[in-house]
């Protein structure tokens, strides 16, 4: 199997920093950029706080930590990218945001280097022609929390060379995920049947049958789930609820509309933990 040295992630939030984890926890350098150094640094500060709960709740030795942190370098520019086996673009659900950044990257990356993209929605097929490299471009669609759930997407465009797919294959296993291979799609697999389920929950909160509290209550005691459905939304993001289901829609119709309870919340930023509120406030729980 081969190594994975040297990694790129573009994107410090939530997933992007997660990602870097993934990396560095099994020997990676990993360059973590954002468009400013502070951003960076923000995802880098958040890698070392779930590292500090793992040594507290005995899952980590506490000086495995240090070597972690140091192996994930914060940059505001493309320093250390061309020299990276693969990089992964975690940034915001929209395609020419998305595009802009691999225009750049094909002018700072080596010939080999893998384009993956953490789009939960949108084809691999239209992320890649972005590129000059639509051959070595990746749908590689990891799950949050990334440091924690296995599964990861491996999608493949309609250009996408079968030696790349194969390296991500392995790469994702040599991270110790549990890679599918999916078939270019809007949602692909997991978020066409989560979207089902969660638009469903969104269409019974605007018609008034049950609230959040009792619908997570039902999935929690009836389905056996371990986290509430719109519990779940406000971890992940109601924004990033909104524009998934809006690609859906795009892609599926009317059965993917969202629906205006939700517009309304993201609409006044209540988008979740992030936010302090969401779905429920989080303002006096000191999160």
């Known amino acids: 199997m081969e190594e994975v040295n040297s990694v790129g992630v573009v994107g410090a939030g939530m997933m ?42 005995g899952r980590m030795a506490s000086e495995e930590r240090p070597s972690i942190v140091e192996r994930i370098l914060p940059v505001a520019t493309y320093a250390g990218f061309e020299n990276a086996q693969i ?32 789009t939960s929605s949108i084809p691999i097929s239209r992320l890649a022609a972005y590129t000059k490299r639509p051959e070595r471009f990746v749908g590689m669609h990891f799950f949050s929390p990334a440091s924690v759930m296995k599964l990861i997407e491996v999608i493949a465009g309609i250009q996408t060379g079968e030696e790349a797919v194969a390296k991500v294959m392995e790469m994702a296993r040599s991270i110790n995920k549990e890679p599918i291979r999916v078939a270019d799609c809007a949602g692909f697999v997991v ?85 302090k509120k969401g779905w429920f406030d989080y303002r006096t729980k000191g999160e």
């Not at 640094?41 to 706080?49: N, Y």
């Not at 595009?99 to 893998?114: R, S, T």
């Not at 289901?245 to 795009?250: E, K, N, Y």
């Not at 309870?261 to 979740?272: S, T």
């Open 191 to 275: 978020n066409r049947l989560l979207f089902a389920y969660f638009n469903e929950a969104w269409r019974m909160v605007n018609e008034g049958v049950a609230t959040p509290v009792d619908i997570d209550r039902a999935v929690k005691f009836g389905l056996n789930h371990p986290v509430g459905i719109f519990e779940s939304q406000d971890v992940v993001g109601l924004d990033l609820a909104l524009a998934v289901t809006t690609v859906l829609q795009g892609e599926y119709g009317d059965r993917f509309m969202p629906a205006p309870v939700l517009k309304r919340k993201v609409e006044a930023g209540h988008i979740g933990r992030k936010a």
């Open 87 to 118: 990089v992964v673009e975690a940034v915001v659900e929209q395609a020419e945001v998305k595009g802009k950044i691999y225009e750049e990257l094909d002018g700072i990356c080596d010939q080999n280097c893998i384009f993956a993209t953490n």
């Open 16 to 57: 992007g920093a997660e990602i870097a984890l993934c990396f560095a926890i099994h020997g990676s350098t990993v360059s973590l950029k954002d468009v400013s150094l502070d951003l960076a640094k923000a995802g880098r500060d958040r890698v070392e706080r779930i590292l500090g709960k793992w040594v507290e709740k």
